[in-house]
């Protein structure tokens, strides 16, 4: 069966809004390629942080729409043109969800603990000077601090209070980021992780990768702080050899600290 996402001629935009763009088309086709997985989950609460233009969201939706129960969708931007825009781009497609003009999920907490089975993040990832974070209007779709990481190491640790037990988050990264590093402590909090979509472009190498709650990686938590104390080489060849094909992510871990 074919499958359907958003249609480009239908997303709206706005001059202060991220226009979809390699990252959030790398983002859809992890989506795409995980799609029998996500109709098999059957989620019943789908959330993005940081729409955008809402491609993304809408995209998820259009993936799951034949979902028999259907599922609620979610999504927040700090940006308010971001929320306007999705809410458009939303409606040109007949999809519904709730929108909120936030940064991150705050006031959502509550709320959503423990609730969200499906996340799917495109964050502003682009290594900046740190005072750029978080400016009003399209610089906050990229600017993202030192290494890249201001906003997402924010957005982890709310992740890890919102996903339900059964949660995945599906999260770009690029290799400035150090998505190794993000995959050890993630693991730490017990978490699996898988590349769905790996590209590279002459500027930047993009990983979608998808993290889900695993009770065995619980298990061993203990042994990988331990592991970790003892050095971190031990950590890292534990994990790289989870993902054999990046080999780049040893040469990139030799700077971890
Ligand atoms: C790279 S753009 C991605 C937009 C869209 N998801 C896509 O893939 O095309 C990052 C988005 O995150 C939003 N954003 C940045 N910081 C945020 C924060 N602290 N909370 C919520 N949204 C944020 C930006 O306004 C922007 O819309």
Redesign the pocket.
């Known amino acids: 069966m074919l499958h359907r996402t958003a249609q480009i001629r239908l997303v709206s935009s706005h001059p202060e809004?991220?226009?979809?763009?390699d990252?959030?088309f790398a983002?859809?086709d992890a989506l795409l390629a995980d799609r029998t997985n996500l109709l098999a989950h059957h989620p019943t609460l789908c959330m993005?942080?940081?729409?955008?233009?809402?491609?993304?969201?809408t995209t998820l939706a259009l993936i799951l729409e034949l979902e028999a129960n259907g599922a609620y969708y979610i999504a927040?931007?700090?940006?308010p043109h971001?929320v306007r825009v999705t809410r458009q781009t939303l409606e040109a497609h007949g999809v519904q969800a709730e929108l909120i003009n936030?940064?991150?999920?705050?006031g959502l907490e509550k709320r959503l603990e423990r609730l969200v089975d499906v996340m799917?993040?495109?964050?502003?990832?682009v290594p900046t000077p740190e005072e750029e974070?978080?400016r009003v209007g399209?610089a906050?779709?990229?600017?993202g601090g030192d290494n890249g990481r201001s906003?997402i190491d924010?957005?982890l640790p709310v992740a890890d209070k919102l996903l339900s037990d059964r949660g995945w988050l599906y999260m770009?990264f690029l290799s400035a980021n150090n998505p190794s590093q993000i995959c050890i402590q993630m693991r730490e909090k017990g978490y699996a992780a898988r590349i769905v979509v790996q590209r590279s472009t002459e500027e930047e190498s993009l990983h979608i990768i998808k993290f889900w709650r695993d009770s065995d990686i619980q298990i061993d938590a203990n042994e990988m702080v331990i592991a970790k104390k003892s050095g971190q080489a031990r950590v890292l060849e534990s994990l790289v050899s989870q993902f054999p094909r990046l080999s780049f992510w040893k040469q990139g871990n030799e700077t971890c600290n």
């Open positions: 809004v991220y226009e979809p763009c990252d959030s983002l859809v993005e942080v940081g729409c955008g233009s809402g491609y993304v969201i927040t931007d700090i940006n971001a936030t940064d991150i999920a705050s799917v993040v495109n964050p502003p990832y974070v978080g399209i906050s779709a990229w600017a906003v924010k957005i770009v």
